[in-house]
Structure formats: C-alpha cells, structure tokens
C-alpha cells in the first residue's frame, strides 16, 4: 500500500478550530489540545444557554406584565386570568412591550378585561 501523507488534511482541521477559538484567552486560542476541549465546552454552554435565553426573557416579560398590572390594580396572575376569560390573545411578549412602552394602552386593555 502507498503512504498516506496527511499534511493538507491535518493542517486544514486544525486552522478550522484555530478560527473558531479566536478571542480564547490565554492557551485555550493556540494549544492543540486545549483549544479542542474549549471548544466543545463554548459549544455545550452555547447550546444550554440557547433554551436559558429563552426562560429568561420570559421571566423577564412576567415581570414587567406584573409591574404594571399592579399600577391598575390587579395581580399577574389575576390579569392574565381575565385576558383567557376574554379571549384576549396577547403573548406574554408583546403584553411586556405594550406595558413598557405604552402605558396608556395596557391601563385601556385592563379596563376593558375588568368589565
């Protein structure tokens, strides 16, 4: 069998993870080994904090929902009770940005739940 010389290959896969661990402190950028282990790491903690983004926001938008539905004077919970009794179909995200961004609006919205 002929020998097989690698070199090309070789060289290709390591420039591929050299340019993804880019910005790496210290030995984690440049170390064959250490760059390979720091990468699978990065890619773990991106892939979990993809699905924690989302709980975050979420939390995040509860939060303002509930701010402002106790300036009308009712609980979240309560509100978004009433927002389901009504057939109100408003997300829980663009209720946030309408409590943020418009108060007025969401102070006619509850009213308009209440009667």
């Known amino acids: 069998m002929p020998r097989?010389?690698?070199?090309?290959?070789?060289t290709?896969?390591?420039?591929?993870?050299?340019k993804q661990t880019k910005g790496f402190r210290w030995h984690r950028k440049n170390k064959k080994k250490a760059d390979k282990q720091a990468l699978m790491k990065?890619?773990?903690?991106?892939?979990r904090d993809r699905k924690n983004k989302k709980r975050n926001f979420r939390k995040l938008w509860n939060l303002?929902?509930?701010a402002a539905a106790r300036d009308n004077?009712?609980?979240y919970s309560e509100l978004i009770h009433l927002l389901k009794e009504n057939k109100v179909e408003l997300n829980r995200k663009v209720l946030?940005?309408?409590a943020k961004d418009e108060p007025k609006v969401?102070?006619?919205?509850v009213e308009a739940v209440k009667k």
């Not at 097989?4 to 070789?10: C, I, L, Q, S």
């Open 96 to 98: 946030s940005d309408i």
């Open 73 to 75: 004077g009712l609980k």
């Open 12 to 18: 290709k896969k390591r420039r591929k993870i050299l």
């Open 64 to 66: 303002r929902i509930n």
């Open 106 to 109: 969401f102070t006619k919205i």
């Open 4 to 10: 097989v010389k690698r070199g090309k290959n070789k």
């Open 42 to 47: 990065a890619w773990t903690y991106a892939f």
